[in-house]
Structure formats: C-alpha cells, structure tokens
C-alpha cells in the first residue's frame, strides 16, 4: 500500500491511497482542471481511479468531487448526511444530484471494501452532518487518515492505534490562532469542540497511539494565517524523536509515500 497527499489546508485536500492495482481518492477540495493536475504530477489518470470517498460536506473536501465523478464516471461513497448537505449546499452547482454511482454508507459502518482496500469508518466530533475520518487497510498494513476533529476521543484513539502509517491534523497553535487575524467567531469555531486539532491535541493523540512499528507521520490540514511548521515539528518531537515526520502542504503534493 501506498498514498500520496495531493494537496492539504484550508483551500482544498485530497489524498490518494492505493493498494494492487485500487485507487482511492480521499475527498476532492479542488476544481477539476487542478486536481487532474496534482493527479498527473504522481502519473496517475482520473480515469484510473477506483472510487472517491468523502469525509464530510466542507468545500475544501467536496467542492471539487461532484464534477470529477460525472466526468469519469467514478463512483462516490459518503455518509446520508454528507451527501444530503452537499446536494444541498456546495455540490448543488457542481451536480451532485446528478453523480450516478453513489454507494452510502453510515458513520458507524464496520469495515467499507473498496477493490483491494478495507476502510475502517471513524465518526469524528466536527462542524459537519455526519463527517468520518478512515483507516484504510490493505496488504497486511493500516494507514490511518484524521483530519478535520475538535476533540480526540476514545474512538479515535482504539481505530488509529495499529497503524504502519499516520495522516494526522495539526490544524493551529491556539496563540497565534488567539492573536491572528481571525474574528473572534471564527476563532472560537476553529478551536472548539467541534473545529480542528491544535498541535497539542495532535500530540496527545500521537502519545496515545504511537506503538513500535508506526513509522510515518504526516501531518496536515495546518492553517496558513495559525500554525508555522516549526511549531508542529517541536510539538510532535516531544512524543517522539525517531519518527519519520513530514508536513503536507497546499499548493503541492508530497508524491507516493510507501506503507
Ligand atoms: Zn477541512
Ligand atoms: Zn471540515
């Protein structure tokens, strides 16, 4: 198994996993044109694609997914909820009425199989109508994908604790999300229950599932105006020094990570 993060913040994330010969397209926060883009720059064609599975309803998952899977005819899997709020909201001009291969499923789903992979659904406490985060299993190793959480819960931490691999949100630093340039609304969304991970819940959550064989960490989903990649490294670091750490960025992609 392997995967590559296309893109990740605020304006847009997707994440490709694949495993013999399965293609999974993790949400598409990007308009068509770009995500064939960050597409092609891992050689891989739309076309190719075994399915896109969506987290939740927020344009910087699912704006750019309605129009990539009428035009290639793929099939989309999302939680009733998330597909009832993007029909009605972000993926209404795109067609996401008119996506032809819908498979829903409930948050609460044991196990998704998806060609070679299994995903394991995580419901996760955020701002959305039934958002989930997934392991994906295949070959014998886990990748677990979190993004787009206010709080860590015990959930959580049982479904990412066997994982080869961790894609983890390391969305702000409360002080600059404190002195930024947020208004205070927007502040208290992003940093509540049911916004995003601080660096320090990231780290409390790695500390609670780090084990001998995780051996990459990616973190993602970091705010541009609240978070500096110095600050997310000295935070991760403190649970531990051997890891292989690297941090996903918006504007490119990280290429093929193996499992
Ligand atoms: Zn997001
Ligand atoms: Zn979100």
Redo the contacts with the bound molecule.
């Keep these: 198994m392997r995967f590559a993060v296309l893109g990740s913040g605020?304006r847009g994330?997707a994440t490709l996993v694949e495993c013999d010969g399965t293609r999974v397209l993790l949400d598409c926060g990007f308009p068509l044109r770009d995500i064939e883009q960050r597409l092609a720059a891992i050689d891989v064609r739309p076309d190719e694609l075994t399915a896109v599975v969506v987290t939740h309803e927020?344009g910087?998952?699912v704006a750019g997914v309605p129009r990539l899977a009428r035009r290639y005819g793929l099939e989309v899997w999302a939680t009733p909820g998330t597909w009832k709020v993007t029909c009605a909201s972000v993926g209404r001009r795109a067609g996401a009425e008119d996506v032809q291969r819908l498979r829903l499923f409930p948050s609460h789903a044991r196990r998704l199989r998806i060609g070679a992979l299994t995903l394991h659904p995580i419901p996760v406490p955020h701002d959305a109508r039934e958002p989930c985060q997934f392991v994906f299993e295949g070959d014998g190793r886990r990748l677990g994908v979190l993004?787009?959480a206010g709080t860590v819960t015990p959930r959580m931490c049982d479904a990412l604790r066997e994982c080869d691999a961790l894609l983890l949100e390391a969305n702000h630093d409360p002080e600059l999300l404190r002195s930024g340039p947020y208004p205070p609304s927007l502040q208290r969304r992003v940093g509540g229950a049911f916004g995003h991970l601080s660096n320090a819940q990231a780290a409390a959550l790695l500390e609670r599932v780090h084990h001998r064989r995780l051996g990459k960490l990616l973190l993602s989903?970091l705010s541009q105006q609240n978070n500096r990649p110095d600050l997310v490294r000295s935070a991760m670091r403190g649970v531990s020094s051997d890891l292989d750490i690297s941090i996903a960025e918006q504007d490119s992609g990280t290429g093929w990570i193996g499992v």
């Design positions: 605020s994330n927020h910087d998952h993004t787009d989903h």
